[in-house]
């Protein structure tokens, strides 16, 4: 039997709160860590957090059986994060030279096209 | 569905408790803050000892135990703490068989590199079987037992070439018998380069010394040159300034010639001590002063007169220091140096060559040229008449009691505890004396003289800490987001 595969609704409940807690986790010990440099990082690395998200997130994925296609807000927080990374490509993206202000357009299209992908 | 619930409360528990378990690993609520470290796991709080030519790689020892030998001196390590402490305790585990003096010091001036040292292990106290009174961390060994108690000794301490002191300084001031002051100023023409102390007499006198110096420019950045003057107790009685010369550059052109004038009237009679404080790219060419008691403390950078002189001229120099170093950093620095009647080849840049003196007292070395680096452990003058020793006699593994005719030696010192193979030491640093040599990281540094030329080794088990501040207060929580 696959590990993701339909189960009792317990399942959908823990991937849930596991999904939901590594990401507001994972959120918020970078922010930490941005504000207290090695906060976190000197004693373990907060991707793990990540991982676990990425790990949950799959599992809940498998559990849902409703589904609502929210095309508007997915569009609308693609291109929001879409210009965070332009922002941030634009300011670490130094070493880029003549690149950079295409590396930073490719960057701050990369969650539209990733969105696109994605819905097909 | 309980089950469920509970692991749901487990999930979001894990990262609350270790958010909370970080909290207070940061701003640590009881002011005290402890860093274990074994050589042989990493640390986020301690760098691996450095530079590697001085170290050999960490391996288990003939005990099993991990342990890094250090082979060379000094070796160093890097320590970066979260936050800002008030005291820091090092605990050092180490095997020593040989080795007779073994140190940590923490870096308190980054020009020229001064540490502030303190002693893990010195073998020479610990060996020598003279009769001994400790009260607390000051010993006191006898020749002959005279005294009996070590407030007797500090009460009434013995004329001051019969001490070797280790680690201590004596309170009584020090004095020089039918010392006349003098009118007249005399000159020392030579270049010396960046940070030096000198020790200096008064008496009925104001103490004036005029440095003349250059800014070289070879080093980006300010180069602003302080004289600060300490009396026999430590304590600052006076300081002087001068601004950079207005060429933040490193292009190597010189500035004009400056003047610092040092003048304090009126101070009492005794020992002062002079800071120059001054970046590497500051050359001082020379110094008039009426003192006639003028002697540097341990090190002379002796600087190359480039842009200065069209040829390097001659030094001499008087010490009664035992284990000297002479190192040059340019092919045009390399002589033949002349200690009494002994030859020094300096024959490479950048090596370090090593003199022990055999000849008792005050000894001359003649340099041909300047551009050497001296070090040493000692007084160092430029003419004879110049030279006096305020200091009792610092005893070093080059110390020799009976040939010097030392009949006490103080130590502010408590011997290293053992623990089956180890030795056990602790330093205490007050964090104010050092300095950060990046951003929030001390540099610490053990010493350990001769270990080179005897071939020995000193292996490093553990290096731990603890460091101490004020327990933290609801007031910290506004400063803390803020730093």
Redesign the interface.
């Given at each position: 039997m696959h590990i993701f595969s339909h189960g009792s609704a317990?399942q959908s409940?823990?991937a849930k709160?596991?999904f939901l807690?590594?990401l507001i986790?994972y959120l918020?010990?970078a922010l930490?860590e941005v504000?207290?440099p090695?906060?976190?990082?000197?004693?373990f690395s907060i991707h793990l957090?990540l991982l676990a998200a990425i790990i949950f997130g799959f599992w809940w994925a498998g559990r849902l059986k409703d589904f609502n296609d929210h095309w508007l807000i997915q569009h609308v927080c693609a291109i929001i994060f879409g210009v965070v990374l332009f922002v941030l490509t634009w300011r670490l993206g130094a070493g880029f030279a003549e690149y950079r202000i295409l590396m930073s357009l490719l960057a701050a299209a990369a969650p539209l096209i990733f969105l696109r992908i994605i819905r097909t | 569905?309980f089950?469920?619930r509970l692991?749901?409360l487990l999930?979001?528990a894990i990262?609350i408790a270790l958010?909370g378990w970080?909290l207070n690993?940061?701003i640590v609520p009881d002011g005290r803050f402890v860093i274990e470290h074994r050589i042989d796991q990493p640390s986020?709080?301690i760098d691996r000892l450095l530079p590697d030519a001085r170290v050999q790689i960490v391996q288990p020892d003939s005990a099993g135990d991990p342990v890094q030998p250090i082979i060379d001196d000094p070796v160093f390590f890097f320590v970066?703490p979260?936050r800002g402490f008030n005291t820091l305790e090092a605990e050092v585990w180490f095997k020593n068989e040989d080795n007779p003096i073994v140190e940590l010091g923490g870096l308190a001036q980054i020009n020229q590199e001064v540490y502030d040292l303190q002693p893990l292990q010195n073998k020479i106290i610990d060996d020598l079987a003279w009769p001994r009174l400790v009260d607390g961390d000051l010993i006191l060994l006898q020749r002959q037992p005279v005294y009996a108690s070590l407030a007797d000794f500090l009460a009434d301490p013995p004329p001051r070439h019969e001490i070797a002191a280790y680690q201590f300084q004596l309170d009584q001031p020090y004095l020089i018998k039918n010392y006349r002051p003098s009118s007249v100023p005399q000159t020392v023409e030579v270049s010396l380069r960046g940070f030096h102390e000198i020790k200096t007499y008064l008496k009925d006198e104001t103490l004036n010394f005029d440095f003349i110096f250059m800014d070289m420019n070879r080093e980006a950045g300010a180069d602003p040159v302080m004289a600060l003057v300490f009396n026999e107790q430590g304590r600052p009685v006076a300081e002087v300034r001068a601004a950079d010369d207005g060429n933040l550059s490193d292009d190597a052109r010189p500035g004009e010639r400056q003047q610092l004038n040092l003048n304090v009237p009126n101070l009492p009679e005794g020992v002062y001590k002079i800071e120059l404080r001054a970046p590497r790219d500051i050359f001082f060419r020379s110094f008039t002063t009426p003192q006639q008691k003028i002697v540097f403390l341990n090190n002379l950078y002796l600087a190359d007169e480039v842009g200065y002189q069209p040829a390097p001229r001659p030094v001499n120099l008087w010490t009664e220091a035992k284990d000297l170093g002479f190192q040059t950093h340019h092919v045009e620095g390399l002589q033949t140096i002349l200690v009494n009647q002994q030859r020094v080849d300096l024959s490479a840049p950048y090596e370090q060559y090593r003199h022990l003196v055999k000849d008792p007292g005050v000894v001359k070395i003649t340099l041909p040229k300047s551009d050497v680096i001296y070090q040493s452990n000692g007084h160092v003058a430029f003419s004879p008449d110049q030279f006096f020793n305020p200091d009792p006699v610092r005893l070093s593994p080059s110390t020799d009691l009976d040939k010097l005719d030392i009949n006490y030696v103080i130590a502010r010192y408590a011997p290293p505890a053992q623990a089956g193979d180890w030795y056990v030491a602790r330093a205490v640093f007050d964090t104010q004396k050092l300095v950060y040599v990046a951003d929030g990281t001390w540099k610490l540094a053990f010493s350990i003289p001769g270990i080179r030329e005897s071939g020995g080794r000193v292996d490093i088990g553990r290096i731990n800490l603890t460091l101490t501040r004020e327990p933290f207060s609801l007031r910290d929580i506004f400063n803390y987001?803020l730093k």
């Open positions: 317990w409940t823990l709160t596991g807690t590594s986790s918020l010990f930490a504000l207290r090695g906060f976190a990082s000197r004693y957090f | 569905m089950l469920t692991l749901q999930i979001i990262p958010f970080l690993q940061e986020p709080f970066h979260h987001f």
